[in-house]
């Protein structure tokens, strides 16, 4: 049984890093295709040095294009790598435009679909994010879901149950196996001259709160008076998309230290020891309640509810600096009873004990 995994990003590099490690220990047979949608080198080959994954097979180098533009590119190169040799089954992950890509060429051509994190849904449908969750879904064979949580969404869609299986996330795989690690390996901290409990971590790469320079300035100018207010600096790993007014306007901030990307390890440190952790993505508010650090989402929507369960993670009612003040101040004082609803480490032992057992009906 031929596996293809397809990815493209940073997210995708991490969270498919259990399958295709374990792929190699036990001589599945397997091929990669990278679509390059993240090119710079700080947000992907890090990530494969790090988590010591093999090269590629296939790199596409579609880049930075429009969504439109992007996918059409992706489609063609990945129908043509799957042409040439065709798997028994695609697995994709999350939301990208690289794992929709995927789905839908592999689909096109017969192929049985995985998703890996199917399910995750924030009912907000201007998030391009959330179309292609929805999107990636409806033509699964395989939807692998964190949690019960998402099971449930997706048999309110109507996708048959056989199709839905609760694994567990892969992000739990490699935020477990790695957080001694990045506790052992990493100098952040003495690079930036940190202490450990006295800064906090701010990540902020989503076209909601990145492409309208006014709300970003508005953004920054909250988050700065957060750190004001809690006695911290905040450390800001830039993302690649954000340009020189974004730049600009986090930097304006004495509170605010930017720096570059960072990598897998350098980021779980990050993650450990900050006071406070600030940010827009996803998996960063995973890998923050699995590392037990508190968590504040600078989003209106959420499609990791479990997060906010035991209090440790907080969605505000609002994106109104007063409202993130007050929200960031409660979280701050209050005491947490520490929960990980994200998985045991071992989603990938689900995920790959399901494919190989249906290896005969996918062929």
């Given at each position: 049984?031929?596996?293809?995994?397809?990815?493209?990003?940073?997210?995708?590099?991490?969270?498919?890093?259990?399958?295709?490690?374990?792929?190699?220990?036990?001589?599945?047979?397997?091929?990669?295709?990278?679509?390059?949608?993240?090119?710079?080198?700080?947000m992907d080959r890090v990530f494969f040095n790090e988590l010591e994954l093999p090269e590629p097979d296939h790199h596409l180098g579609i880049g930075s294009l429009s969504h439109g533009e992007q996918i059409g590119r992706m489609l063609t190169g990945i129908e043509r790598v799957l042409l040439s040799r065709r798997p028994a089954v695609v697995v994709v992950q999350g939301d990208t435009n690289s794992a929709l890509a995927g789905g839908l060429a592999a689909n096109k051509l017969g192929i049985p679909v995985a998703h890996v994190e199917a399910g995750l849904r924030s009912h907000d449908r201007s998030m391009p994010e959330e179309i292609n969750r929805v999107l990636i879904d409806h033509l699964s064979d395989h939807?692998?879901?964190?949690?019960?949580?998402?099971?449930?969404?997706?048999?309110?869609?109507?996708?048959?149950a056989?199709?839905?299986h609760v694994t567990g996330n892969t992000i739990a795989d490699a935020t477990l196996s790695y957080a001694e690690t990045a506790r052992q390996r990493s100098g952040i901290l003495r690079r930036l001259g940190l202490s450990a409990g006295a800064y906090g971590l701010l990540t902020c790469h989503r076209p909601s709160n990145t492409d309208d320079p006014a709300h970003f300035a508005a953004l920054m100018d909250a988050v700065a008076d957060i750190?004001?207010?809690?006695?911290?600096?905040?450390?800001?790993?830039?993302?690649?998309?954000?340009?020189?007014?974004?730049?600009?306007?986090?930097?304006?901030?004495?509170?605010?230290?930017?720096?570059?990307?960072?990598?897998?390890?350098?980021?779980?440190?990050?993650?450990?020891?900050?006071?406070?952790?600030?940010?827009?993505?996803?998996?960063?508010?995973?890998?923050?309640?699995i590392l037990r650090r508190k968590c504040l989402v600078l989003r209106r929507t959420i499609e990791r509810p479990e997060a906010l369960?035991?209090?440790?993670?907080?969605?505000?009612?609002?994106l109104e600096a007063s409202e993130?003040?007050?929200?960031?101040?409660?979280?701050?004082?209050?005491?947490?009873?520490?929960?990980?609803p994200f998985g045991d480490g071992l989603a990938y032992?689900?995920?790959?004990?399901?494919?190989?057992?249906?290896?005969?009906r996918l062929h």
């Amino acid at each position: 049984m031929l596996i293809t995994y397809i990815l493209g990003t940073r997210p995708e590099i991490i969270k498919l890093a259990s399958l295709i490690q374990a792929s190699v220990r036990e001589g599945l047979p397997f091929s990669i295709i990278h679509t390059n949608q993240h090119y710079a080198e700080r947000m992907d080959r890090v990530f494969f040095n790090e988590l010591e994954l093999p090269e590629p097979d296939h790199h596409l180098g579609i880049g930075s294009l429009s969504h439109g533009e992007q996918i059409g590119r992706m489609l063609t190169g990945i129908e043509r790598v799957l042409l040439s040799r065709r798997p028994a089954v695609v697995v994709v992950q999350g939301d990208t435009n690289s794992a929709l890509a995927g789905g839908l060429a592999a689909n096109k051509l017969g192929i049985p679909v995985a998703h890996v994190e199917a399910g995750l849904r924030s009912h907000d449908r201007s998030m391009p994010e959330e179309i292609n969750r929805v999107l990636i879904d409806h033509l699964s064979d395989h939807l692998f879901c964190p949690t019960a949580n998402q099971a449930g969404y997706l048999a309110a869609e109507g996708i048959h149950a056989g199709r839905i299986h609760v694994t567990g996330n892969t992000i739990a795989d490699a935020t477990l196996s790695y957080a001694e690690t990045a506790r052992q390996r990493s100098g952040i901290l003495r690079r930036l001259g940190l202490s450990a409990g006295a800064y906090g971590l701010l990540t902020c790469h989503r076209p909601s709160n990145t492409d309208d320079p006014a709300h970003f300035a508005a953004l920054m100018d909250a988050v700065a008076d957060i750190a004001a207010a809690s006695g911290f600096p905040l450390v800001f790993p830039i993302h690649p998309r954000l340009g020189e007014s974004q730049r600009r306007a986090a930097a304006s901030h004495r509170r605010i230290a930017l720096t570059d990307p960072v990598g897998y390890l350098d980021m779980l440190a990050l993650q450990q020891n900050a006071a406070l952790i600030l940010t827009d993505s996803g998996g960063v508010q995973e890998e923050a309640c699995i590392l037990r650090r508190k968590c504040l989402v600078l989003r209106r929507t959420i499609e990791r509810p479990e997060a906010l369960e035991n209090g440790g993670c907080v969605l505000p009612a609002s994106l109104e600096a007063s409202e993130l003040r007050s929200a960031a101040r409660t979280l701050l004082q209050r005491p947490v009873d520490w929960s990980n609803p994200f998985g045991d480490g071992l989603a990938y032992r689900r995920i790959l004990d399901i494919l190989t057992a249906s290896a005969g009906r996918l062929h």
